[in-house]
């Protein structure tokens, strides 16, 4: 049991593993953004509304602006700096749909968009229209692309292939 | 929002242990604690007892006659809980009904009813599936029923030193539903919802347990509405009545979110059309 102002605390961060002091007063956003310059977690309403913080935490999509920092320990974080696979400067194939469709305007929403994306298909192979506007009802837009984005969904999930899925599965807990 | 201390207890003991010192604050899912710190950035934070790695509290266990479900397990794993799709069905609707994706992943049905809104989603089911509560501290546990739990708006019988351990419901098939209406269906807190738990003789109701949520200052049953429907026959003119007399055992209030006139009118309009719905449905 950890009583430190800045517990050092273990976990796994776009699949590598981390053993680091964390601020235990700071949110998992404000960690990501402020501590390891991971910006690409967009910083939106900080209170659960608009997803634009959206992280995978164990394969799930969570408000990482309502996780504690030092409530990652021994979670796998997945960040949409994680999404594009190491070491190449190809996309990911649901950033590709992303791109496809014109499902970006000005992209402020589109990390969070990309990671719950990839959290319903993790579940759902292939999700219906419902299900898609269901698992993305907490991502907001503003610049009215939805249509676009719900497009982006059914095309990512038409391309993906288990091999682009397999590293954000570890971690996932039963339900 | 800085010098936050956070205790991360991996055992039960451990836990109650922490919660001995009156001051700490427990968090589940965090989806409504990290909003109302969010909103208090200037004053100094509570200390932080972080739940996530207890395990005993992240569990369904089913026996015979009742199903625990531990404090931990969050609005999505409700949603996909086979046993409880098949014995709670009006929690599951409730549970999948609240938030978005993201706050159902985190959000923990420990954390919706020691947070104590009137509006809280999880807690009308309790109330008609009877659940009793488990409430532990360093000395020793107690049980109490859901309904004797609320005290006010944001308000509990929980002490500073206990934390919820268990909630316990009877291991029984049930028919009933879970209706709510808020502003958007995604992401937006009650305006009034009802659960109903109903169980019927053949086409008369044996008996018929209604909760309301978001129209007093606690979730009430509707014990009136109840004794009414009680032997009934149910037909439309019973349904209709049965609305009726509901809208006056609600108690609301104007608010941000709703006007009581409105919450009165909508919460007989949500038990006319589940009533329809089970009765159809057979």
Known sequence: ?175 | MNAVETLNPTNLAQALKAKANKNVVAVAGGTDLLVRLHDRITQPWPKLLILENVKELHKITVTKTAITIGPSMTFSEIENSAILRKKALQLVTAAASAGSVQIRNRATIGGNIANGSPAGDTIPPLYVLEAILELSSAKGKRTVPIEKFFTGPGKTVLKPTELITAIKIPNRSNHGFFMRLATRKALAISKVSVAVNIIMNKSKVESAKIALGAVAPTVIRATLTEEYLRGKEINQAIIDEAARIVQDEARPIDDIRSLAIYRKEMVGVLLKRGLESVTTNG
């Not at chain 1, 997803?51 to 974080?77: D, F, R, Y």
Request: hydrophobic share 40%; net charge negative.
């Open chain 1, 1 to 175: 049991m950890s009583s430190d102002l800045t517990p050092k605390i273990k976990f796994r961060l776009n699949g590598i593993d981390m053993e680091k002091e964390v601020p235990a007063g700071w949110t998992l956003l404000r960690y990501l953004r402020e501590e390891l310059g991971l910006t690409g977690t967009k910083c939106g309403c900080e209170i659960g509304e608009c997803g634009a913080c959206t992280v995978l935490m164990n394969g799930k999509p969570v408000n990482s602006c309502l996780v504690m920092a030092p409530q990652i320990e021994n979670a796998s974080i997945w960040t949409i700096e994680g999404v594009t696979p190491p070491g190449g400067t190809a996309l990911h194939p649901v950033q590709k749909a992303f791109i496809e469709c014109d499902a970006v305007h000005c992209g402020f929403c589109t990390p969070g968009m990309v990671m719950t994306t990839i959290g319903l298909l993790l579940q759902n192979k292939k999700p219906d229209n419902s299900q898609i506007k269901q698992a993305l009802a907490g991502n907001l837009c503003r610049c009215t692309g939805y249509i676009q984005i719900f497009e982006a969904v059914r095309l990512a999930a038409a391309m993906i292939s288990e091999n682009d899925m397999r590293p954000f599965r570890e971690n996932i807990s039963e339900n």
